[in-house]
Nanobody, 112 residues
């Protein structure tokens, strides 16, 4: 059974930082592209960042230069370091593997 479990969300002030973590189990983690999506209230779920099995990364334009995705295959972990957070980053963040398996999400709220 595949499981993806996110952690690290919370409330942070504008300009602050958070690090999201996602622990995977039940899959050959190293084979898959993994990533983070987010969904804000009233909006569609959107890609934030992805990292391939070879370590290639892609980001949505709005987070380039602020967010960094990384993975540790031996631990079956994927991370999202989020810096210079803005109010518009507020959303539920979802971890995904191959865009087939999804976590339950973790809330990120950026507010003063």
């Amino acid at each position: 059974q595949v499981q993806l479990v996110e952690s690290g969300g919370g409330l942070v002030q504008p300009g602050g930082s958070l690090r999201l973590s996602c622990a995977a189990s039940g899959i050959f983690f190293s084979r898959y592209t993994v990533g983070w999506f987010r969904q804000a209230p009233g909006k569609q779920r959107e890609l934030v960042a992805e990292i391939t099995s070879d370590g290639d990364t892609r980001y949505v334009d709005s987070v380039k230069g602020r967010f960094t995705i990384s993975r540790e295959n031996a631990k079956k972990m994927v991370y999202l370091q989020m810096n210079s957070l803005k109010a518009e980053d507020t959303a539920v963040y979802y971890c995904t593997a191959h865009r087939i398996w999804w976590g339950q999400g973790t809330q990120v709220t950026v507010s003063s």
